[in-house]
């Protein structure tokens, strides 16, 4: 049996970071969701009409859904088998027999050393060895610190999150209609996510976590927030997971005390480098496009172009031409918005009326 971040004869690595890969990935797809709200033509889907049960049905949602749900369920199953090795590695691999409290006594008490297969458990029996352990032994560490996953309520949503995923991988038809996932993901999911994250035994391990947003929201707590106000608010919603997908793709590096001044200068000519070419195409598209230009609200940089189509129309009188606004885009993160996030202050982004304001 491998322990973590020990190498095999073939090898094969076992790494505990690997959950946070997953972590990584699930949180990558969910954010994606919003842009199936236009992924078939110009003029995007109300977020509106995307909460509301009815016929939309996108392929690109149900790849990301399917992304996200088995992703998020193998976070908490390594999860759950890292905390039953933290206390012993034999709790984590199957056995010959049942695992009962009596098993769990003689594994204890270093009475069962053999018998073990070398696969390892699967989700719904991590939880279950890990309540009867908290049943036999409720003062153990490990136990104490993750008693919260054991709570009744967050049990139940994990079990639901392994049903979703048993569901995907066995029948295929399944997923979760786009504001069902929001409230499941943003209200149950995430409180979960945040109290693994702030364990001691892994608030080092960053490499999950996207940058700073500009603006000093945090994209995950304000979810959390915002999913448990009523009537929720979708379009808000939409542009939080906006914010944070960009905020995966921000390239600016960011300074710090700790820099050498050796990894300084790399870090500002790495910035340069990429300002100097967005800059140029933001020059470009501005010229094109008549862009406005706004500073964006998730990498800082003054890249937020607002994009507009050229558009003939006819009224009951004559043919007139005039511009429409087709997009806000960021040049420098990707941080993309379309029409259908009607209040664009929602998040304190300063311009407020852009849509409404083009007659």
């Not at 095999?8 to 990935?25: E, H, P, R, Y």
């Not at 390594?78 to 049942?98: G, P, Q, S, T, Y």
């Not at 800059?279 to 230009?293: G, I, Y």
């Amino acid at each position: 049996m491998l322990s973590a971040n020990e190498k095999d004869k073939d090898g094969w690595i076992s790494n505990d970071s690997a959950a946070f890969l997953s972590l990584k990935t699930a949180l990558h797809a969910y954010f994606e969701t919003y842009r199936v709200s236009f992924e078939k033509s110009q003029n995007p889907i109300k977020i509106s009409k995307l909460a509301k049960p009815g016929k939309f049905d996108s392929n690109l949602y149900k790849s990301l859904y399917f992304t996200t749900i088995t992703q998020f369920q193998n976070f908490f199953e390594l999860i759950l088998k890292d905390a039953l090795r933290k206390i012993d590695e034999l709790f984590a691999v199957k056995w010959n027999e049942k695992f009962t409290a009596s098993l769990y006594r003689k594994i204890k008490s270093k009475e069962l050393c053999s018998d073990v297969f070398c696969q390892s458990i699967e989700f719904t029996e991590a939880l279950k060895r890990l309540k009867i352990i908290q049943k036999e032994n409720p003062k153990e560490d490990v136990v104490k610190k993750m008693d919260f996953l054991l709570v009744k309520e967050n049990a139940e949503t994990l079990n639901l999150l392994n049903d979703l995923r048993n569901r995907i991988w066995h029948r295929g038809l399944y997923y979760l209609f786009y504001p069902k996932l929001d409230c499941f993901i943003c209200g149950k999911i995430f409180p979960l996510v945040k109290q693994v994250t702030d364990l001691d035994w892994y608030t080092e391990n960053k490499e999950w976590i996207y940058k700073n947003l500009a603006c000093d929201i945090d994209p995950i707590n304000s979810l959390i927030s915002e999913i448990s106000k009523r009537p929720i608010n979708y379009e808000k919603i939409a542009l939080l997971k906006e914010m944070g997908r960009a905020a995966y793709h921000n390239p600016i590096i960011r300074l710090d005390d700790n820099c050498s001044p050796i990894e300084r200068a790399f870090k500002v000519n790495c910035n340069y480098e990429t300002m100097k070419y967005v800059n140029a195409k933001v020059s470009t598209a501005r010229n094109e496009f008549l862009s406005e230009v706004y500073d964006c609200p998730v990498c800082g940089q003054n890249t937020f172009l607002k994009y507009e189509l050229y558009d003939t129309s006819f009224d009951e009188n004559d043919r007139y031409s005039h511009y429409i606004p087709e997009k806000l885009k960021c040049e420098t993160c990707s941080f993309e918005i379309r029409s259908n996030i009607e209040e664009l202050s929602l998040c304190g982004i300063n311009c407020k009326n852009f849509w409404k304001d083009h007659d």
